[in-house]
């Protein structure tokens, strides 16, 4: 279908020598089937070598939307560029778009220059005009243009700065077009029907009664055989020329309409899967407009998962090419405000995303707000915002939100209870994502009372689910909290740290500007407690900055805060600045410990400060803070001061306050700010619930050493606990059910719920060797409500009769409601 090998590589050579300073645009045209995609492809090649330049290659084509907005998009997502310049797209009027988008590129390759490739520019004049366009956009640049079109006339600039060459189709390239069209008559005929370009090995394609196998067996075979093309690694599309002779002879309509019903098919392949879109972003938005375009009626659905999955993967380049290209009818608009919204917030402009969410009076509008002003700092707005919402119908995600609010405030007494209750109308709507949401603000409640190893389990069981169903921001969250729970278990230990400085990279990825603030300030903590205040200041100040750009008013109050800790000159001044920022915020805890911090050091308020940071503690019922005000009131040395050290030492894990010095505030570690413990604690460091349980959920697995290959039993027991009434041996629970579910490469049998009549025996079946986990979930049976959940961990080996560690059996949780 190509020249051969030796008559290209006289041709690259020619062309090679034809370039110079000015002339840097090339025009390689000619009939479908001449072999100019190959000819470009070695050129790009070996001009990038030649001068050490990147090549960016953008397949153009009939079946690919080619406005000069679309192509400006396309090229910085291909070149990898910052997506930071097109924020102020989001929210704008639609005409901004162009101006922005071609600022961002003459910005970008003025300092990245590289070889682009436009391949199979359009024969009208639109495809002469854009590539006209791009070349005196790249005028002062040292990129290097390369086109390939089927006429002659796309210039791109003025003609002496202009390198044409003319290809011709051999008549062996005809014959091998032709053969190629008998060789796979039925995946030929559904790419040639199919108006959709790209397609990858991996997700979701067009192609119907093949198996995943199948399918790639047949796709590699077919590029292997030069009928598809590889636009980039691992996607591929129907050759043009190929392209052009099947369709030549069919009809339009017959063509339309079974692309039609392809892109019906294939949008709700991917609804019933959903999960991360990383590359197929672009494809996906191509598949929204089509189905736009041709009015199918799973449009819309398909449409707004599209744009929230966008929005939470931080993907603005592919947003603003939905954006342009739904154009601006009012449902459009409608549609897209939300997760523009929420991208415009992610990507550090929360309040564009406030102003446009308030002219809505949606309930997803409502939510979405309150959260932005969550994230502004403005906890006790963000609050007030879910009280405008309809009640008497259980809403998980307003649920989870005011959990999530109330923990950042210190009010926790409600928390648990409203976290249960949106774990439970998750179950019950199906909603995967929202329950991952609810686990995850599970996990940071029980960190924040110190039960350790159920926040990592809660949290780690967050993080499977974020993966499974896409959502890469909450995955990112939950890797920087697991961060803090390693911080507490093992302290400011080398792993622990390194781990704390990648951490702010993974919501960088994501284009989460307040996850990646929320992370570094943990890490300055982390230094500060490490012994590190060099580090912690420029760790904390690259923080400070974060937040007073985002604005984020709680982040800003606990830097400085932290900051001030650092602070050799006037501390108090410092201090009283932090007061009046988290005055904005509605937390509880920051202003307690900053008024105890300023009573550290005695002067004329210290009494009055100690009475008002005390009375705060009370208010949040942190008897924890409660000690540490004792302990600066009367001393280390007193009676009172010394219970109040036994007490706040079995408080914490035990290294955690191993540095302290009693008599010198500042020792304090600035991680146990952000803590606010329950009112019993363990000797171990874990603080205990100071609510008996009603019944206990024990574990018991009846078979050692599980293996691979062979089913191992586990037994689940409910027992009355110290709280149920007449608790003995045989006393009456209420029906309950129970289930199980694998969260790693395994097997449960049964796979439905069961009747639990005192226990219950489940058979598990690892399909690989490893440590496995599983949930059980414990219902009520006449209800149908969740009262409990909880996990445990199996050792698995590969060959039976091997030794492994044995069953790791939590400790057990209480099945309670309240």
């Known amino acids: 279908m190509s020249k051969p090998r030796v008559e290209h590589d006289a041709e690259v050579r020619r062309l090679r020598r034809s370039l110079g300073d000015d002339r840097r645009v090339v025009v390689l045209y000619g009939p479908p089937g001449a072999g100019k995609s190959s000819l470009a492809r070695k050129l790009a090649g070996e001009l990038g070598s030649d001068r050490r330049l990147p090549v960016h290659w953008l397949a153009i084509g009939v079946r690919r ?39 961002a590129c003459r910005d970008w390759f003025r300092a990245h220059p590289a070889v682009i490739v436009l391949d199979d520019l359009s024969e009208a004049a639109d495809g002469e005009d854009l590539l006209g366009t791009v070349a005196r956009l790249l005028d002062d640049t040292r990129c290097v243009l390369i086109a390939t079109a089927r006429l002659s006339r796309a210039s791109g600039s003025d003609g002496s700065a202009v390198v044409r060459h003319r290809m011709d189709l051999t008549p062996e390239a005809s014959r091998n077009l032709r053969s190629m069209e008998r060789l796979a008559p039925v995946l030929l005929h559904t790419l040639a029907t199919w108006e959709g370009a790209e397609f990858s090995l991996d997700i979701a394609s067009p192609f119907v009664g093949l198996t995943p ?151 997803d509008a409502v939510r979405e707000l309150a959260v932005t002003h969550h994230h502004m700092g403005q906890l006790t707005v963000a609050e007030a915002t879910l009280d405008t919402l309809p009640t008497g119908v259980p809403d998980g995600w307003a649920l989870h939100t005011r959990a999530a609010i109330r923990t950042d405030r210190g009010a926790l007494q409600d928390v648990g209870r409203l976290l249960r209750l949106a774990i439970e109308t998750h179950q019950v709507r199906g909603d995967r994502r929202g329950e991952a949401w609810a686990v995850f603000h599970y996990g940071r409640l029980r960190l924040m009372r110190g039960d350790l190893e159920e926040a990592r389990k809660r949290l780690e069981t967050a ?26 278990l093992n302290g400011p230990e080398p792993d622990v740290l390194l781990d704390l400085k990648t951490a702010p990279s993974a919501h960088q990825g994501q284009g989460d500007v307040r ?119 009367d001393g280390p040395g007193s009676h009172r001061g010394a219970q109040a050290i036994r007490a706040l030492t079995n408080c914490f894990p035990r290294h955690v306050l191993k540095n302290t010095e009693w008599d010198d505030f500042d020792t304090v570690p600035l991680v146990v700010r952000h803590l606010l413990p329950e009112a019993a604690a363990s000797a171990e460091g874990t603080w205990a619930s100071d609510v008996s349980p009603a019944a206990l959920v024990r574990l018991l697995l009846l078979d050692d050493f599980p293996t691979t290959g062979t089913a191992a039993r586990v037994m689940l027991r409910v027992d009355p606990g110290p709280a149920h009434s007449g608790a003995t041996s045989d006393a009456h629970l209420p029906p309950l059910t129970a289930r199980a579910t694998p969260l790693t490469h395994a097997d449960v049998d049964p796979a439905h719920s069961v009747l639990v009549d005192r ?27 969740v009262l409990q959940q909880v996990e445990t961990e199996i050792d698995v080996t590969g060959t039976p009769g091997t030794d492994v560690a044995p069953f790791a059996i939590p400790h057990p949780e209480t099945a309670r409601r309240h």
């Open 759 to 785: 226990a219950a025996v489940f058979r598990f079946a690892a399909h690989l060797a490893g440590r496995h986990r599983i949930r059980f979930t414990i219902e009520d049976m006449q209800s149908d409500t």
């Open 65 to 103: 939307p080619t406005g000069l907005e679309r192509l400006l998009l396309r090229l910085l997502l291909a070149s990898g560029a910052p997506q930071t310049e097109l924020r102020p797209a989001l929210l704008s009027a639609s005409e901004d778009l162009v101006n922005l988008a071609a600022t």
């Open 463 to 488: 993080g499977h689910t974020f993966h499974e169903v896409g959502d890469v921001v909450g995955a990112a969250w939950t890797n920087t909290e697991l961060c803090r729970v390693a911080l507490l």
């Open 213 to 363: 196998v199948w399918r790639r067996d047949v796709i590699e075979w077919a590029h292997r055989e030069g009928m598809l093309q590889r636009p980039r690694p691992g996607w591929y599309e129907l050759r043009p020329a190929l392209h052009t002779r099947l369709t030549l002879t069919q009809p339009h309509d017959t063509l339309r309409s079974g692309s039609r019903r392809l892109d019906s098919g294939l949008a709700r392949a991917v609804l019933n899967d959903p999960g991360e879109l990383g590359d197929a972003a672009e494809p996906y938005v191509d598949l929204a407009l089509r189905l736009g375009r041709s009015g199918e009626s799973n449009s819309r659905e398909f449409t707004t998962w599209l744009a929230h999955q966008l929005a939470r993967e931080g993907a603005l380049l592919p947003l603003l090419m939905l954006k342009s290209g739904l154009g601006h009818t009012i449902d459009n608009r409608d549609a897209l405000t939300i997760p523009l919204a929420v991208a415009a917030r992610q990507a550090g402009r929360p309040r564009a995303a406030a102003e446009a969410l308030a002219g809505l009076n949606t309930p």
């Open 515 to 633: 996850g990646e603030a929320w992370a570094i300030l943990l890490q300055g903590v982390a230094y500060a407690d490490a012994g590190l205040p060099g580090s912690s200041a420029l760790v904390l100040n690259q923080a400070l900055r974060f937040f007073e750009s985002l604005p984020d008013r709680l982040g800003l109050a606990w830097t400085l805060h932290h900051l001030a800790w650092l602070t050799t000159d006037d501390r108090a001044a410092s201090l009283l600045r932090v007061l009046n920022v988290f005055a904005d915020t509605g937390c509880g805890t920051g202003p307690a410990w900053t008024l105890l911090q300023l009573a550290a050091r005695p002067d004329s308020t210290a009494r009055t400060r100690l009475d008002e940071a005390r009375s705060r503690f009370e208010a949040l019922g942190d008897t924890a803070g409660e000690h540490w005000v004792a302990v600066v009131r």
